[in-house]
């Protein structure tokens, strides 16, 4: 089974992790894998890491309905004896599945989120159109992904196969330490850490008016954003308008999030709406106490066991719950050790690639392959 993965781009965020993540399975089982990106940058991390994998990534550029870059993909399927296309995003979900009818392949289309920001009224009529009545299946990654999308999609089913991350060994608390003087120059100091594009749906200025809020009890309590975006200078004149310049770090983008992760005491989500959180499972599986605001599919993924719930935009709440945690380090060494056990049950990526690969024989039933 040749799978072909297409994607908008392979700049940083959780579809393009997931097509790295199960780009990197399938070549380990030996399955034929490429990846086209409509993004012309050939240096990205991501792009890097599957060349470095033996995956082929094909560039083709152009603009949504450039008639060449159709034609380019559709040779591409032909040529390469594609026999599955799975697509990622708004823009593959419409090229891709142009292509693919063309060139007679199968095609899955996906759902990574529940916003469709930002929103052309063409491009979404399109899309929505071609997932409904041209893609052979649709599927989601998350169950709240699935129910924002369905009213759109009418009757057609949704087949929803949540995300799921790679669980590491954990450092040593020595390393920990090392880790945490490498990023804020104190191991001491209680850190909170926050990985996602800076941009509004993440909710970052909602988080920094919590911290504010922590730092009154806990003046030694440090903040560390991952990640970088639009919203950079106005997080940066928030932190000042906050007096918390020696209190929380910009960290930018980083290609070593599960290394620093486990220096971190308590990951924290804000984020104002949100599809199936790669960043919460990561920081699980880093064995993290998680708070989370109660949007997408956060209320699936976390128990009362492995962390807390807050309702979005309301930084009180988010402050108390950071709080209760630090105030009680068994609760978070417990919470701790069973995200990360519901990771390794639930959420690990070998089962995760069973169930795409069984997906994916859906559309091919001649083929059944033979799952590892």
Same mark, same amino acid.
């Given at each position: 089974?040749?799978?072909?993965?297409?994607?908008?781009?392979?700049?940083?965020?959780?579809?393009?992790?997931?097509?790295?993540?199960?780009?990197?399975?399938?070549?380990?089982?030996?399955?034929?894998?490429?990846?086209?990106?409509?993004?012309?940058?050939?240096?990205?991390?991501?792009?890097?890491?599957?060349?470095?994998?033996?995956?082929?990534?094909?560039?083709?550029?152009?603009?949504?309905?450039?008639?060449?870059?159709?034609?380019?993909?559709?040779?591409?399927?032909?040529?390469?004896?594609?026999?599955?296309?799975?697509?990622?995003?708004?823009?593959?979900?419409?090229?891709?599945?142009?292509?693919?009818?063309?060139?007679?392949?199968?095609?899955?289309?996906?759902?990574?989120?529940?916003?469709?920001?930002?929103?052309?009224?063409?491009?979404?009529?399109?899309?929505?159109?071609?997932?409904?009545?041209?893609?052979?299946?649709?599927?989601?990654?998350?169950?709240?992904?699935?129910?924002?999308?369905?009213?759109?999609?009418?009757?057609?089913?949704?087949?929803?196969?949540?995300?799921?991350?790679?669980?590491?060994?954990?450092?040593?608390?020595?390393?920990?330490?090392?880790?945490?003087?490498?990023?804020? !120059? %104190? #191991?001491?100091?209680? *850190?909170?850490?926050?990985? /996602?594009? =800076?941009?509004? +749906?993440?909710?970052?200025?909602? @988080?920094?008016?919590?911290?504010?809020?922590?730092?009154?009890?806990?003046?030694?309590?440090?903040?560390?954003?991952?990640?970088?975006?639009?919203?950079?200078?106005?997080?940066?004149?928030?932190?000042?308008?906050?007096?918390?310049?020696?209190?929380?770090?910009?960290?930018?983008?980083?290609?070593?999030?599960?290394?620093?992760?486990?220096?971190?005491?308590?990951?924290?989500?804000?984020?104002?709406?949100?599809?199936?959180?790669?960043?919460?499972?990561?920081?699980?599986?880093?064995?993290?106490?998680?708070?989370?605001?109660?949007? !997408? %599919? #956060?209320?699936?993924? *976390?128990?009362?066991?492995? /962390?807390? =719930?807050?309702? +979005?935009?309301?930084?009180?709440? @988010?402050?108390?719950?950071?709080?209760?945690?630090?105030?009680?380090?068994?609760?978070?060494?417990?919470?701790?050790?069973?995200?990360?056990?519901?990771?390794?049950?639930?959420?690990?990526?070998?089962?995760?690639?069973?169930?795409?690969?069984?997906?994916?024989?859906?559309?091919?039933?001649?083929?059944?392959?033979?799952?590892?």
């Amino acid at each position: 089974m040749h799978i072909l993965e297409v994607i908008d781009g392979l700049t940083a965020g959780g579809a393009e992790k997931m097509v790295l993540t199960l780009s990197r399975l399938l070549a380990e089982r030996q399955i034929p894998v490429s990846v086209v990106s409509f993004d012309p940058d050939w240096d990205t991390p991501y792009a890097v890491e599957l060349r470095k994998l033996g995956v082929p990534v094909h560039h083709l550029t152009g603009k949504l309905f450039n008639l060449c870059r159709i034609e380019r993909l559709t040779r591409l399927i032909k040529e390469s004896r594609v026999e599955v296309v799975h697509t990622y995003l708004s823009y593959a979900n419409i090229v891709g599945t142009i292509a693919s009818k063309i060139a007679g392949v199968p095609v899955i289309t996906s759902l990574r989120s529940i916003s469709m920001e930002p929103y052309h009224p063409v491009r979404a009529r399109i899309e929505t159109w071609l997932m409904r009545y041209a893609s052979d299946m649709v599927m989601a990654n998350g169950y709240s992904v699935a129910q924002a999308h369905q009213v759109r999609l009418g009757g057609k089913k949704i087949h929803v196969i949540q995300n799921a991350v790679s669980v590491y060994p954990q450092p040593s608390q020595d390393e920990r330490n090392a880790i945490k003087k490498e990023l804020i !120059g %104190d #191991a001491e100091r209680p *850190l909170l850490m926050s990985v /996602g594009r =800076l941009s509004p +749906p993440k909710g970052f200025d909602t @988080l920094l008016e919590a911290f504010s809020e922590v730092c009154v009890r806990y003046p030694q309590a440090a903040l560390a954003l991952v990640g970088d975006g639009e919203l950079h200078s106005f997080l940066v004149e928030t932190i000042a308008r906050l007096n918390l310049q020696n209190s929380v770090f910009l960290l930018g983008e980083r290609n070593d999030i599960m290394r620093i992760l486990p220096a971190a005491d308590i990951y924290v989500s804000s984020s104002h709406w949100e599809g199936m959180s790669v960043a919460i499972l990561e920081a699980m599986s880093a064995g993290l106490p998680v708070i989370a605001t109660k949007v !997408g %599919d #956060a209320q699936w993924v *976390l128990s009362d066991q492995t /962390g807390l =719930l807050v309702a +979005p935009r309301i930084s009180q709440e @988010l402050s108390a719950a950071v709080i209760k945690l630090l105030e009680d380090k068994a609760l978070r060494l417990q919470y701790g050790q069973m995200s990360r056990k519901r990771i390794e049950t639930d959420y690990n990526v070998d089962n995760w690639c069973r169930r795409m690969l069984e997906l994916y024989a859906q559309v091919t039933p001649q083929l059944r392959p033979t799952y590892a």
